[in-house]
């Protein structure tokens, strides 16, 4: 059977203080890692930004559009519609940032 040497114990010890000192930050949320971490996510995020050649537009509920379409909320008929015009200039994506919080009193 071999002999532990003192070496071997001393990196045991170092291990184990190092994965304590590791959990320790981690669950507790640690000012510096917490900091590092958001850090390193934003280098991420930096090396995976691409340019896009396709061009972005913003369609917004406004002023205008409310004294167009009449008072908020509108009828979700009309929201469908809107999307379906561009759905026929064939965007790529469609985002709606609309909460429904009660039920629709316009259907249609």
Known sequence: MKKISKSMISDFILGVVLMLLTLF???????????????????????????????????????QSIANLGRWP??????ASMVDLLQSYQVKVIGLDIIYSEKDINQG
């Open 25 to 63: 930050a981690f669950f507790l949320s640690w000012g510096p890692l917490e900091t590092l971490e958001n850090s390193l996510y934003d280098l991420r995020a930096n090396l995976r930004v691409t340019s896009s050649k396709a061009p972005v537009a913003v369609i917004a509920i406004d002023e």
């Open 74 to 79: 509108w009828p979700r008929a009309h929201i």
